[in-house]
């Protein structure tokens, strides 16, 4: 199959190779994974540790062991009977000396081929860059790092070229300076070098590539003799600081380059050239164009034709130009190569997801010819589920009353946006304030507006701005961007200044609401959609860093709801919203991944169930808090006033309380309060997250200027509560709470698990979260997995179960992980195509649990799960619930469903009574079951092949199927309360 079964998210890097991944793909056969899903393995920046810095499309990273390993690892895959998928990263590459096409456009300017590859603007209003790209690499600003000679003129023998370096910065001069570089010394031997970069210039009196090749070649040969080098040398030294006016020549050099060397600081205000988000050493990519779609895709392309891959992760598909368009090229390419490969692979169209992050309310494109997202949305809309509503007042007047933060998630998020557009992002912003004023100039009816009122306005629009972005084109926006546009304009209409309103809705129209091709004039055209495109690729960076890396560590009334793809302002939502959900997967995107970890979450997923675990005892958490706020007070600091902040207590209690729920949520099982290494471990790990936490919220510190005084305060203050003594009272009450919630977080982690591998969709596994996943915020959640203890593990539940020690241990996952994912493995087809039906809950605890079922040619699974647990556990310190605490309780079946089934995940059968499960008898032995009936209910699931099942019908044939499905009661069909 092409399209997976189940997926295992693989982190690749230097100290992860391909040899070792192949290691590890027995050991996700064995659990029923069907294709392997891994990171970015094009050659990516030296050491990094993600793949997302691409520095070579047209190679395999070397540092992850090039072509050869690469094939080896698929190898393995294949004897495995598993695929590949891949992360791929059209939209930005790494910039540095070790990207050749960025060096190139840096040595030639506007006359690279590359050099309309990056998206560059030559023509900013800054009159320094006229024809330039900004540089802004540097530590200091450009006058004192120059005159404290860390510039430095060098010279490459191996390719006979002259660079400025700084520290690992290599910037290439340009051959037009060669000639006056080399005449700084008098010497007969170098003349042949001089007249080959002075002669043979084009119409434009540019030097030709060819001719400067021969002068490189020269070069090259007279550094290979000691004469030579040392006229090389002496050319270097007259523009060195330790030479009269060396200083001087060297910044005459450097003027003349195709680049201009500048402070990092500048970057956010000056910079000319497409960032990924705020990262000035990525540059964004102008894949919309033919030529570098083809280039940077080649690779792709080779290795899905030669079957080494199966389908692609598309990352950050909407910092593209067009994503519809991207999508629909990359599917007719890929589909163009399906007839060239192998023909013992399936002939199925490639498996193609975006990673989207959508609002609540927002669907996927149906258009783009893709399976659907990585599954951020799946990892909102049950991660919603798990919390309790009822919770949501109490929680929020206690983080109001102990903060003194009286606004809402929502105000943090246009606070935080309104600070971004002014500093971090202010570049970006300029430039597409400037590309609407140039469409202004285009009509008398709008030239008089002016620069200063369209930012002014366009800021409010970015500001209210509900969603990533819209897909406007040549044609205009469609109707579901128009109901964006609506959204965002009814809400900035409240802050705009009154007498700029009729302007808000001018540039609304200039987004899209025109249509760009509607226009006559080619260059108004070409204006025009250059502003639809500004702002387009514009609204996804401010989105993402005004709320994931800004908000999401200002507002902490719940950190499990703060997680990447959710709207911390939801703080629930009910059974019956989630069932929709699913439902209308099934129906849209039925091959869309499911998630509930990746490389980029903000907290593991155990960590989160835990703490949402939080929600439903309120007062408890309530009273816990405010007690302990008390009881450290002493350990706080109070700060002098100086230039990094007003004076103060340290930490704030806005970063003390969402401390105490990271402590609590992320306290590895097993630790006692005693364990003085184990608590210094666990306080490193949570110093790193404080650290960064507190830099992202930008409102005390901040990574341009990190407040250091603060830091340290925090730091002091989250290791003295961690350092266990006679007069720590806070560190046997921090793990009592921990016994109290975790619990049902466990409840909740095995709730969360089997309905990620069982709704409509392809379970992702990310790496190591078949055990409890307490990891934080990367790079903690790309620490190493033990893969020996997992195997280990998985070979002792086969033959003996998950065994006593089951819930300390993460065996328990890891067995409901496995049964689960070897069922789908057998029956493949019910899980792919089968239909989905929300099942209704009766009885005193209806609410407390949920479940539905699925359905496909004769073949019936029903899940179950415990919801909201706390209540049925009854304050007991170990997550297994007795029969007794579900009462009455049952699932009610309609009546084609209502037929002896077998629990996958305990072997036991269940009889419906009068239409009725009763959950004591389905969650006997654990707080989730998988319930099914047809042929080989009865067989194991100790291997991922086990049992292979033929068609069997329940209830008769398919169309006494269809006809039963006709007759159900109208409370029946209303899904559950």
Same mark, same amino acid.
């Given at each position: 199959?092409?399209?997976?079964?189940?997926?295992?998210?693989?982190? =690749?890097?230097?100290?992860?190779?391909?040899?070792?991944? #192949?290691?590890?793909?027995?050991?996700?056969?064995?659990?029923?994974?069907?294709?392997?899903?891994?990171?970015?393995?094009?050659?990516?920046?030296?050491?990094?540790?993600?793949?997302?810095?691409?520095?070579?499309?047209?190679?395999?990273?070397?540092?992850?062991?090039?072509?050869?390993?690469?094939?080896?690892?698929?190898?393995?895959?294949?004897?495995?009977?598993?695929?590949?998928?891949?992360?791929?990263?059209?939209?930005?590459?790494?910039?540095?000396?070790?990207?050749?096409?960025?060096?190139?456009?840096?040595?030639?300017?506007?006359?690279? &081929?590359?050099?309309?590859?990056?998206?560059?603007?030559?023509?900013?209003? @800054?009159?320094?860059?006229?024809?330039?790209?900004?540089?802004?690499?540097?530590?200091?600003?450009?006058?004192?790092?120059?005159?404290?000679?860390?510039?430095?003129?060098?010279?490459?023998?191996?390719?006979?070229?002259?660079?400025?370096?700084?520290?690992?910065?290599?910037?290439?001069?340009?051959?037009?300076?060669?000639?006056?570089?080399?005449?700084? +010394?008098?010497? #007969?031997?170098?003349?042949?070098?001089?007249?080959?970069?002075?002669?043979?210039?084009?119409?434009?009196?540019?030097?030709?590539?060819?001719?400067?090749?021969?002068?490189?070649?020269? *070069?090259?040969?007279?550094?290979?003799?000691?004469?030579?080098?040392? %006229?090389?040398?002496?050319?270097?030294?007259?523009?060195?600081?330790?030479?009269?006016?060396?200083?001087?020549?060297?910044?005459?050099?450097?003027?003349?380059?195709?680049?201009?060397?500048?402070?990092?600081?500048?970057?956010?205000?000056?910079?000319?050239?497409?960032?990924?988000?705020?990262?000035?050493?990525?540059?964004?990519?102008?894949?919309?164009?033919? @030529?570098?779609?083809?280039?940077?895709?080649?690779?792709?392309?080779?290795?899905?034709?030669?079957?080494?891959?199966?389908?692609?992760?598309?990352?950050?598909?909407?910092?593209?130009?067009?994503?519809?368009?991207?999508?629909?090229?990359?599917?007719?390419?890929?589909?163009?190569?399906?007839?060239?490969?192998?023909?013992?692979?399936?002939?199925?169209?490639?498996?193609?997801?975006?990673?989207?992050? *959508?609002?609540?309310?927002?669907? /996927?494109?149906?258009?783009?010819?893709?399976?659907?997202?990585?599954?951020?949305?799946?990892?909102?809309?049950?991660?919603?589920?798990?919390?309790?509503?009822?919770?949501?007042? !109490?929680?929020?007047?206690?983080?109001?009353?102990?903060?003194?933060?009286?606004?809402?998630?929502?105000?943090?998020?246009?606070?935080?946006?309104?600070? =971004?557009?002014?500093?971090?992002?202010?570049?970006?912003?300029?430039?597409?304030?400037?590309?609407?004023?140039?469409?202004?100039?285009?009509?008398?009816?709008?030239?008089?507006?002016?620069?200063?009122?369209?930012?002014?306005?366009?800021?409010?629009?970015?500001?209210?701005?509900?969603?990533?972005?819209?897909?406007?084109?040549?044609?205009?926006?469609?109707?579901?961007?128009?109901?964006?546009?609506?959204?965002?304009?009814?809400?900035?209409?409240?802050? +705009?200044?009154?007498?700029?309103?009729?302007?808000?809705?001018?540039?609304?129209?200039?987004?899209?609401?025109?249509?760009?091709?509607?226009?006559?004039?080619?260059?108004?055209?070409?204006?025009?959609?250059?502003?639809?495109?500004?702002?387009?690729?514009?609204?996804?960076?401010?989105?993402?860093?005004?709320?994931?890396?800004?908000?999401?560590?200002?507002?902490?009334?719940?950190?499990?709801?703060?997680?990447?793809?959710?709207?911390?302002?939801?703080?629930?939502? &009910?059974?019956?919203?989630?069932?929709?959900?699913?439902?209308?997967?099934?129906?849209?995107?039925?091959?869309?991944?499911? !998630?509930?970890?990746?490389?980029?979450?903000?907290?593991?997923?155990?960590?989160?169930?835990?703490?949402?675990?939080?929600?439903?005892?309120?007062?408890?958490?309530?009273?816990? #808090?405010?007690?302990?706020?008390?009881?450290?007070?002493?350990?706080?600091?109070? /700060?002098?006033?100086?230039?990094?902040?007003? #004076?103060?207590?340290?930490?704030?209690?806005?970063?003390?309380?969402?401390?105490?729920?990271?402590?609590?949520?992320?306290?590895?099982?097993? *630790?006692?309060?005693?364990?003085?290494?184990? $608590?210094?471990?666990?306080?490193?790990?949570?110093?790193?997250?404080?650290?960064?936490?507190?830099?992202?919220?930008?409102?005390?510190?901040?990574?341009?200027?990190?407040?250091?005084?603060?830091?340290?305060?925090?730091?002091?203050? $989250?290791?003295?509560?961690?350092?266990?003594?006679?007069?720590?009272?806070?560190?046997?009450?921090?793990?009592?709470?921990?016994?109290?919630?975790?619990?049902?977080?466990?409840?909740?982690?095995?709730?969360?698990?089997?309905?990620?591998?069982?709704?409509?969709?392809?379970?992702?596994?990310?790496?190591?979260?078949?055990?409890?996943?307490?990891?934080?915020?990367?790079?903690?959640?790309?620490?190493?997995?033990?893969?020996?203890?997992?195997?280990?593990?998985?070979?002792?539940? %086969?033959?003996?179960?998950?065994?006593?020690?089951?819930?300390?241990?993460?065996?328990?996952?890891?067995?409901?992980?496995?049964?689960?994912?070897?069922?789908?493995?057998?029956?493949?087809?019910?899980?792919?195509?089968?239909?989905?039906?929300?099942?209704?809950?009766?009885?005193?605890?209806?609410?407390?649990?949920?479940?539905?079922?699925?359905?496909?040619?004769?073949?019936?699974?029903?899940?179950?799960?415990?919801?909201?647990?706390?209540?049925?556990?009854?304050?007991?310190?170990?997550?297994?619930?007795?029969?007794?605490?579900?009462?009455?309780?049952?699932?009610?079946?309609?009546?084609? =469903?209502?037929?002896?089934?077998?629990?996958?995940?305990?072997?036991?059968?269940?009889?419906?009574?009068?239409?009725?499960?009763?959950?004591?008898?389905?969650?006997?032995?654990?707080?989730?079951?998988?319930?099914?009936?047809?042929?080989?209910?009865?067989?194991?699931?100790?291997?991922?092949?086990?049992?292979?099942?033929?068609?069997?019908?329940?209830?008769?044939?398919?169309?006494?199927?269809?006809?039963?499905?006709?007759?159900?009661?109208?409370?029946?069909?209303?899904?559950?309360?």
């Amino acid at each position: 199959m092409s399209i997976p079964r189940a997926t295992a998210r693989l982190q =690749l890097h230097k100290d992860f190779t391909f040899d070792q991944a #192949a290691e590890v793909v027995p050991y996700y056969a064995s659990l029923g994974i069907s294709h392997i899903y891994a990171s970015p393995i094009l050659t990516a920046r030296s050491g990094s540790n993600h793949g997302y810095d691409i520095v070579d499309p047209t190679r395999i990273n070397p540092e992850l062991g090039g072509e050869e390993g690469f094939r080896r690892m698929v190898r393995r895959v294949r004897e495995a009977g598993m695929g590949l998928i891949l992360d791929i990263v059209p939209n930005h590459m790494g910039v540095g000396p070790e990207n050749p096409w960025w060096q190139h456009v840096l040595e030639w300017g506007r006359t690279s &081929p590359y050099a309309r590859w990056f998206d560059i603007d030559w023509n900013p209003a @800054d009159e320094t860059l006229q024809g330039k790209v900004m540089a802004p690499f540097l530590g200091q600003p450009y006058g004192e790092v120059l005159a404290s000679g860390q510039i430095k003129l060098q010279f490459d023998e191996l390719r006979g070229k002259f660079f400025a370096s700084y520290y690992s910065h290599r910037f290439p001069i340009s051959p037009a300076g060669y000639a006056d570089l080399l005449k700084s +010394v008098d010497s #007969a031997r170098l003349a042949p070098a001089i007249a080959a970069f002075e002669e043979g210039r084009d119409e434009n009196g540019d030097i030709t590539q060819q001719n400067a090749d021969v002068g490189f070649g020269l *070069l090259r040969e007279l550094g290979h003799t000691p004469e030579g080098t040392a %006229d090389i040398a002496m050319a270097i030294n007259n523009y060195s600081a330790a030479a009269p006016q060396g200083i001087e020549a060297l910044h005459a050099l450097l003027e003349r380059q195709h680049y201009r060397l500048a402070w990092w600081r500048c970057a956010a205000d000056g910079i000319n050239w497409r960032r990924f988000f705020e990262v000035t050493d990525l540059a964004g990519v102008r894949v919309e164009q033919d @030529d570098v779609f083809e280039a940077t895709h080649a690779q792709i392309f080779r290795l899905y034709t030669e079957g080494l891959i199966d389908g692609v992760r598309i990352d950050h598909v909407d910092g593209l130009a067009d994503p519809g368009a991207y999508c629909r090229k990359l599917r007719r390419r890929l589909q163009a190569l399906t007839s060239q490969r192998p023909p013992e692979l399936p002939p199925a169209p490639a498996y193609i997801i975006v990673e989207k992050i *959508l609002a609540p309310d927002e669907q /996927l494109r149906s258009n783009w010819e893709i399976d659907g997202t990585s599954g951020y949305d799946f990892m909102d809309r049950v991660g919603a589920l798990l919390h309790d509503g009822e919770g949501k007042q !109490a929680l929020t007047e206690l983080w109001c009353h102990l903060t003194d933060h009286q606004h809402s998630f929502d105000e943090e998020v246009r606070q935080a946006r309104r600070q =971004l557009l002014a500093s971090n992002l202010s570049g970006e912003f300029e430039a597409a304030s400037r590309a609407l004023h140039a469409v202004a100039r285009t009509d008398l009816r709008t030239r008089d507006y002016s620069l200063g009122a369209i930012r002014r306005v366009f800021a409010e629009l970015l500001v209210h701005f509900p969603v990533y972005r819209t897909y406007a084109d040549s044609n205009g926006r469609d109707e579901l961007d128009q109901q964006v546009i609506d959204r965002a304009l009814e809400c900035a209409r409240q802050s +705009v200044d009154r007498n700029e309103g009729a302007l808000l809705d001018v540039i609304a129209r200039w987004l899209g609401g025109d249509a760009p091709r509607d226009s006559a004039n080619p260059r108004v055209r070409a204006l025009h959609q250059r502003a639809i495109t500004r702002f387009q690729q514009l609204t996804p960076p401010l989105s993402a860093k005004s709320v994931e890396d800004t908000a999401f560590y200002r507002y902490g009334r719940l950190l499990s709801r703060n997680e990447v793809g959710s709207d911390p302002a939801q703080f629930f939502i &009910p059974a019956q919203e989630f069932h929709e959900a699913n439902r209308i997967r099934a129906e849209r995107f039925p091959y869309s991944m499911l !998630a509930t970890a990746t490389h980029d979450h903000k907290r593991g997923e155990d960590v989160r169930t835990r703490i949402a675990a939080f929600s439903e005892i309120p007062e408890e958490w309530c009273r816990t #808090a405010r007690e302990w706020m008390q009881l450290n007070a002493p350990l706080r600091t109070e /700060l002098p006033a100086d230039d990094a902040g007003p #004076a103060g207590i340290a930490p704030h209690p806005a970063d003390e309380l969402m401390l105490y729920q990271m402590l609590a949520g992320a306290w590895p099982v097993g *630790l006692q309060p005693d364990d003085a290494e184990g $608590l210094k471990q666990f306080a490193a790990r949570i110093e790193a997250w404080q650290t960064k936490a507190l830099r992202e919220a930008k409102q005390v510190s901040d990574w341009v200027m990190p407040n250091e005084a603060y830091e340290a305060a925090c730091r002091n203050f $989250l290791h003295a509560v961690l350092t266990p003594g006679e007069g720590n009272r806070f560190l046997p009450e921090l793990a009592a709470w921990v016994q109290t919630v975790a619990p049902a977080g466990m409840i909740k982690s095995l709730a969360q698990t089997l309905l990620r591998m069982t709704s409509p969709g392809v379970p992702d596994l990310y790496q190591g979260t078949d055990f409890w996943d307490f990891s934080l915020v990367d790079p903690d959640n790309r620490r190493p997995v033990d893969y020996a203890a997992r195997r280990q593990t998985l070979e002792r539940i %086969d033959a003996e179960g998950p065994g006593p020690d089951a819930w300390d241990s993460g065996a328990i996952k890891q067995h409901v992980v496995a049964r689960t994912l070897r069922f789908r493995a057998r029956e493949p087809e019910l899980f792919m195509r089968g239909d989905y039906q929300a099942l209704q809950m009766e009885g005193p605890l209806a609410a407390h649990a949920i479940a539905f079922a699925r359905r496909h040619q004769g073949k019936l699974m029903v899940v179950v799960a415990a919801h909201l647990p706390c209540r049925l556990l009854g304050g007991e310190r170990m997550p297994e619930l007795t029969p007794e605490a579900w009462q009455e309780t049952a699932i009610r079946l309609p009546q084609n =469903l209502a037929v002896e089934m077998r629990d996958v995940l305990g072997g036991h059968a269940l009889a419906p009574e009068a239409g009725r499960l009763l959950l004591s008898q389905v969650l006997k032995n654990l707080p989730v079951a998988l319930l099914f009936a047809g042929e080989g209910a009865g067989e194991s699931m100790t291997s991922p092949a086990a049992g292979a099942a033929s068609a069997a019908r329940i209830g008769g044939s398919a169309a006494a199927d269809s006809k039963d499905a006709t007759v159900e009661t109208e409370e029946e069909r209303a899904g559950p309360t």
